[in-house]
């Protein structure tokens, strides 16, 4: 069995070391949940985080769709 959902929204993540992480961690993730952590205020926080994990098919319920 492997893990495709993971929930990390309202938790104290500050760098990215720990999103780097979750491929090797989690190789079947494809939704993710990482609103609300220091590291998703910024602008551009959601690309960045697409372009960290391409296997992505949701981020914080919206479609991930690469063209």
Known sequence: MTLEELD??????????IVDALPRLFPGLKSLRLAHNEIYDSED????TVARLGQLD???YSTVRLR
């Open 45 to 48: 926080a959601f690309t960045t």
């Open 58 to 60: 949701t981020l914080n």
């Open 8 to 17: 990390l929204s309202h938790n104290s993540i500050t760098d990215w070391s």
